[in-house]
């Protein structure tokens, strides 16, 4: 969705700069055709280095995430569940939320892998429901 707003507003301002290049164009008649297309060149630039690119880049340290899970892991879902990975499948992972409470999520919801180093480490606060 974010992709198709991007480039919806790439055309929209594309074309309210078209009758504007006209313009300067009738008043100029040694403008290259490079000169004309330098302002798109330089919107595409932007959109890229500003929008997709860190876009894609975070889409792939999540897959990365992803790709790392593994049992007895501590995730917190996009719901704000907290759980700890009892087994792992392609797509699904089943989490325990209690003792004899398991659950299956999918796993593109897991937005947070707490693991055991990160634990001991104390680098994410465990809520006191959890640590018991």
């Known amino acids: 969705m ?3 707003v ?4 790439l055309f929209s301002v594309s074309i309210f700069m078209m009758p ?10 040694g403008l290259s055709s490079f000169g004309g ?16 690119r860190p876009q894609q ?4 340290q999540h897959q990365s995430l992803l790709n790392a899970l593994k049992k007895d892991d501590s995730i917190i879902t996009a ?10 499948k392609e797509n699904i992972v089943e989490v325990k939320i209690s003792d004899g409470v398991y659950v299956q999520v ?10 055991k180093e ?14 018991k």
């Open 79 to 88: 719901g704000g569940l907290y759980a700890t990975v009892s087994s792992v």
């Open 118 to 131: 990160k634990k001991a480490e104390k680098f994410i606060e465990i809520p006191e429901i959890i640590k």
């Open 106 to 115: 999918a796993k593109q919801s897991i937005s947070v892998v707490i693991s």
């Open 2 to 4: 974010k992709k198709f």
């Open 20 to 29: 504007s290049l006209a313009f300067a164009r009738a008043s100029l008649e």
């Open 57 to 60: 880049k975070k889409a792939r």
């Open 37 to 52: 297309l330098m302002p798109l060149a330089l919107i595409f630039i932007f959109f890229y280095l500003f929008l997709l």
């Open 6 to 9: 991007s480039v919806l507003i």
